[in-house]
């Protein structure tokens, strides 16, 4: 049997809906002929053993179309079949009128039932519903011809016949108004839907922009916290590191090797806050709004970034191969912040994997007028179904309450507006490297 054409959406929504109607109706449909065996008992119990196998066998047809109505097709075949169960009972009843007493069988109201029933009930189109209402009035009109007395009671044949069509048309224009009805119904559910799908893109776009701004208020705060500390942290430790080199000169400590080794340690500790003081001036000194593209020596962020992220590195070995001329035009608080982002996803992919040598390698390399930089590890990778995703605002694949996962989208953005692309290559289980590039000055 050839495969009917793919469905349009509308029509998709609606087979649905006839399916969900079509079995509830077969199952209905099945019962109420079972049921009849009561009335066959009734008013023609002489025809009882006669009328009961054709009940049994519609209820067993009906059956079978049920379960084809749940198999994968059913779908598919969904029309067909609904129109199918439901002509079964109306050629039953029609039999029944000529295997009992013709124009005077009472059967004739059961014609009228399943009419009213398919018009106001099941979805069908209106073409299906007249077609329906005159398949079942020619049943009604050959069972009384065929029937031995045939039409003797003639008023009576055109008085039933002018009630059965009287109900098919009834249940046409119910059917024509039913199917209008739910058209507007699936149109607006698809235009509520097209509307939604609006809307999560703009929240989409919304929640980018928080995260930029997220991260620019971080900064911000950095830059206001940096910006207080400085003169409060830099007077007492360049009393410190002179009160450490001093002590250092004295004959006493040439002579106690324990007070030499522990004024040296304490004069590398005081060196270290002064390193991370002085990279915290690079925020601290970032005025508000200022983006434009300026002169800096990326090694000079590399390695603050480094010292920066050195509590998430304790342990790894990070090896940095770079050129000699590492100038570059760009925000230069902007890309330690995108450096930092990478060495922390870095260290975090490296801890997952458990490796016995820990590595990070950064190479900054010129690429035509531009430097390109990459920072790879040997950690855990990234699963090939969440590479389209690294870069979405708010994913991360860390516990929850461990990151936002906006580092990277915020990292994207930020590579972006220097004019170059943020990107990433892994191996699930072995590697992953980003990269991205900047501007370098023109020559003069």
């Not at 109900?167 to 559910?189: D, K, P, V, W």
């Not at 005025?287 to 593209?293: A, C, I, T, V, Y």
Request: aromatic content about 10%.
């Amino acid at each position: 049997m050839k495969n009917p054409p793919p469905l349009s959406p509308y029509h998709l929504e609606l087979s649905e809906f006839r399916l969900a109607y079509s079995k509830a109706g077969s199952i209905v449909s099945i019962v109420l002929v079972l049921m009849g065996l009561g009335l066959d008992y009734t008013l023609y119990r002489d025809a009882f053993t006669t009328l009961a196998p054709a009940r049994f066998l519609v209820a067993g047809l009906t059956l079978v179309i049920l379960w084809m109505l749940h198999s994968p097709r059913g779908l598919r075949w969904v029309r067909p079949l609904t129109l199918l169960w439901l002509a079964l009972p109306q050629i039953m009843i029609a039999w029944m009128i000529w295997a009992t007493d013709g124009v005077g069988s009472i059967y004739f109201v059961g014609l009228h039932l399943a009419l009213y029933a398919t018009g106001i009930i099941l979805p069908i189109a209106f073409l299906e519903s007249l077609t329906f209402g005159l398949f079942t009035y020619a049943l009604y009109a050959i069972a009384c011809y065929l029937h031995p007395d045939g039409l003797q009671a003639f008023s009576q044949f055109a008085g039933i016949s002018l009630f059965i069509l009287f109900s098919a048309t009834i249940s046409s224009f119910c059917t024509y108004f039913n199917e209008r009805g739910r058209y507007n119904m699936f149109a607006l559910q698809r235009q509520v839907s097209e509307q939604n799908a609006s809307l999560k893109e703009i929240n989409a776009t919304l929640s980018e922009v928080k995260g930029q701004l997220l991260q620019r208020e971080k900064m911000a705060a950095i830059g206001t916290l940096s910006a207080g500390l400085l003169h409060e942290l830099n007077n007492p430790v360049n009393y410190s590191l002179m009160a450490i080199n001093m002590g250092l000169t004295s004959p006493a400590t040439e002579s106690d090797a324990m007070l030499k080794e522990s004024l040296v340690d304490a004069r590398e500790g005081m060196q270290r806050i002064q390193n991370i003081v002085t990279d915290l001036k690079t925020f601290a000194y970032q005025k508000p709004g200022q983006e434009g593209l300026r002169l800096f020596l990326l090694e000079n962020a590399v390695r603050s970034a480094l010292r920066l992220a050195g509590h998430e590195l304790k342990g790894i070995e990070v090896e940095v191969d770079m050129p000699q001329d590492t100038h570059v035009m760009g925000d230069e608080p902007a890309i330690i912040g995108v450096l930092i982002n990478l060495f922390s996803n870095a260290a975090h992919a490296i801890q997952a994997a458990q490796r016995d040598k820990p590595r990070i390698e950064v190479r900054l390399a010129p690429c035509a007028q531009r430097l390109c930089v990459s920072v790879r590890d040997n950690g855990m990778g990234i699963a090939p179904e969440n590479m389209e995703r690294v870069f979405e605002p708010f994913f991360t694949t860390r516990d929850v309450g461990a990151g936002l996962g906006l580092g990277l989208s915020v990292s994207y953005g930020i590579v972006q507006r220097h004019g170059g692309t943020l990107a990433v290559e892994s191996e699930p289980g072995s590697w992953t490297e980003f990269t991205f590039d900047l501007p370098r000055p023109s020559p003069s």
